[in-house]
């Protein structure tokens, strides 16, 4: 069975930066997009970054020029680079792969507090 391990989370302060990775257990076939989503208190689960098959990368306007997605097929692992970390970026950090014909995967969530 597929699992999405998430890693990288914690306490920084403001300006800090932090590298969230997600690792996949076991063969995902037929990826069409892997992403990071987060979730502050009271607030809807949004997209922050998005890479597709082709390397086509999104990114939450929020976040743009300081966040960076990117992946490692060797490794089966997706990482987001963040820096410049501001107190608004405070969430639940969920690593996201979408397929062709067989659904999504989530991570379990990892937390990110931006705080001094």
């Known amino acids: 069975q597929v699992q999405l391990v998430e890693s990288g989370g914690g306490l920084v302060q403001p300006g800090g930066s932090l590298r969230l990775s997600c690792a996949a257990s076991?063969?995902?076939?037929?990826?069409?997009?892997m992403g990071w989503y987060r979730q502050a208190p009271g607030k809807e689960r949004e997209l922050v970054a998005r890479?597709?098959?082709?390397?086509?990368?999104n990114y939450a306007d929020s976040v743009k020029g300081r966040f960076t997605i990117s992946r490692d097929d060797a490794k089966n692992t997706v990482y987001l680079q963040m820096n410049r970390l501001k107190v608004e970026d405070t969430a639940v950090y969920y690593c996201?792969?979408?397929?062709?014909?067989?659904?999504?995967?989530w991570g379990q969530g990892t937390q990110v507090t931006v705080s001094s």
């Open positions: 076991g063969i995902i076939f037929s990826i069409r997009a």
């Open positions: 890479i597709i098959s082709d390397d086509t990368t």
């Open positions: 996201n792969v979408g397929t062709e014909y067989y659904g999504h995967y």
